[in-house]
């Protein structure tokens, strides 16, 4: 991958608020919307959510899971040059009390100021989706199959 792609994708991660998140719901791929908040070295996605939702339901069966970052579509005349990552991992939940919980809840709402109101909701914990892989997109022409050392790497652009 070239260092444009690299600082691409890492503008992308950093600058991009909500993922589309990817779970199996009766065999088949089930997707939904998320906010979400990384690690500084993108060895972590976390994402808030309600053990209620379908796509909870989903990790608790099976924790294989992918999030989808995408370029905000700008109207040009051609959207599959936007960019996009397609991140592979598994989701392990994190309880309310659990060592680093409290420095999640500080970034979260940093990121997602009107999130406090789901903090006080017993039912919302944060899940970590440790990367596996994926594949980045940078435009036409542009693809790249990518690991948790690709997203490391980039991760100082």
């Known amino acids: ?3 444009q792609s690299e600082k691409v994708l890492a503008q992308l ?3 991009t608020r909500i993922a589309s998140l990817g779970t199996l719901r009766d065999e088949y ?4 919307m998320v906010a979400f908040i990384h ?3 993108f060895s972590a996605f976390y994402i808030f959510i309600s ?3 379908q796509h909870t339901v989903d990790i608790q069966k099976d ?3 992918s999030l989808m970052i995408c370029e905000t579509d700008d109207n040009r005349a051609d959207p599959q040059t936007l960019a996009r990552v397609t991140i592979r991992g598994k989701g392990e939940i994190i309880q309310n009390g659990e060592p680093g919980y409290s420095l999640l809840k500080k970034q ?7 999130a406090e109101q789901l903090f006080n909701l017993t039912d919302f914990n944060f899940w970590r989706i440790t990367p596996r892989g994926g594949r980045y997109v940078a435009g036409f022409a542009k693809a790249f199959n990518i690991t ?10």
């Open 51 to 53: 053990r209620l939702a």
């Open 13 to 15: 991660i950093r600058n």
């Open 108 to 114: 979260y709402l940093e990121r997602f100021i009107e």
């Open 148 to 157: 948790a050392e690709t997203l490391q790497k980039v991760s100082i652009r």
């Open 39 to 41: 690690n500084e070295d």
């Open 1 to 3: 991958m070239d260092a």
């Open 63 to 65: 924790n294989r899971i």
């Open 29 to 32: 791929p089930q997707v939904s």
